[in-house]
């Protein structure tokens, strides 16, 4: 009987792996023919509104609508299967905003729209979201009757801040993509080598049409994923840690340290300095690491400080739930006294010293 049992579930892990291969190809297919399909939508859109369009930019931006596109659509083949991607949740309430947050992201890589709109927009889908998903990240187990408009605020804050820190943190060749499949791989490790359950497939099914992304992205980029990806990734990131998706949501917080650090470090600090947040600039950390030892080293860089300190963290931090946030203090007070030293927020940084 146990033979059979493990059979079956070779044959359904070898199901798994089989459809993860395809989607993975099937989005670098689509990734390839994305320059054309990008020239198509700016030449058809440009008619109507008299050319005032983002088409100057090269390499073409918006390719996060391909690689979110084929994540959703292996989503809705998994909930088929009988996966679920957020317990006792409607799989259209899950992933419906996650679609919305991509399109929209999609139409302003193409026309650029004032940034009180987005905003807006982006509000409106995050309420709809934690409204029907009541999510308990926040929330000891003593508390899960307890969601209130804190909790209900809080977490509209979260997927907010999230979703805005991605878009800032998308500046640079390859960043944004490898640190989502740093952050997704990791998670599933955990999982493996610590956790009791295996990972969810909606978590490791991203990361094959990353990869993908992220072959066409690195430096010299080919391509793009413009607001409708860092939009879905930082969403998607938001969804992840609220709901505390096989780990904590201090395990993810940790994980995601790099951005969060970065992306709040140089807000607060351009905020005091009375800069405009809504205007584009080149303040972060990641940006003045690029620009002092070229575009690979900083990524390289970031990666180290990823595997070697903080995934070890978040392992811990997995492994000692009861004592989560202050691991997760431990683990951002040193990338805060470096982001700050080095000059985050700063369009000329005093203290930065070249590698």
């Known amino acids: 009987m146990e033979t059979l049992v493990t059979l079956i579930q070779d044959i359904e892990n070898f199901r798994i792996l ?48 391909f690689f979110s596109g084929v994540y959703l659509l292996a989503g809705l083949v998994l909930d088929g299967a009988g996966y679920s991607f957020l317990e006792g949740t409607e799989f259209f309430i899950s992933l419906a905003p996650l679609f919305l947050m991509s399109a929209a992201g999609f139409l302003d890589d193409i026309f650029e729209f004032p940034w009180l709109p987005r905003l807006v927009f982006y509000s409106l889908i995050a309420v709809f979201f934690v409204f029907f998903t009541r999510p308990m990240g926040f929330l000891t187990e003593p508390e899960l009757e307890k969601f209130n408009i804190i909790v209900f605020s809080l977490s509209i804050l979260v997927l907010l801040w999230m979703t805005n820190i991605y ?151 997995f492994l000692k739930p009861q004592n989560g946030s202050l691991i997760f203090i431990v683990a951002m007070l040193p990338l805060l006294v470096v982001h700050l030293y080095s000059g985050a927020g700063q369009t000329k940084p005093h203290f930065f010293r070249e590698l």
């Open 167 to 317: 878009n800032f943190m998308d500046g640079i060749d390859g960043l944004a993509a490898s640190e989502a499949i740093f952050v997704l791989l990791s998670v599933s490790l955990i999982c493996l080598f610590f956790g009791e359950t295996t990972p969810s497939p909606f978590l490791y099914f991203l990361i094959g049409p990353l990869i993908s992304f992220l072959l066409l992205n690195l430096p010299k980029a080919k391509i793009f994923m413009g607001d409708s990806g860092s939009i879905f990734l930082g969403f998607f990131f938001g969804i992840m840690l609220l709901h505390e998706i096989n780990v904590s949501i201090w395990c993810w917080l940790i994980l995601l340290g790099v951005f969060l650090v970065d992306g709040t470090s140089t807000a607060v600090v351009r905020f005091f300095q009375g800069q405009n947040l809504a205007k584009k600039h080149q303040s972060h950390f990641y940006q003045h690491l690029s620009k002092s030892c070229g575009v690979w080293k900083a990524l390289m860089l970031i990666q180290c400080c990823n595997v070697f300190w903080l995934l070890p963290m978040a392992s811990l931090c």
């Open 18 to 65: 089989s459809f993860f291969v395809f989607c993975t190809f099937l989005c670098l297919i689509l990734l390839l023919w994305f320059p054309k399909f990008w020239t198509a939508m700016v030449a058809i859109s440009a008619e109507p509104l008299g050319g005032n369009l983002n088409s100057h930019k090269s390499p073409p931006s918006g390719a996060g609508l």
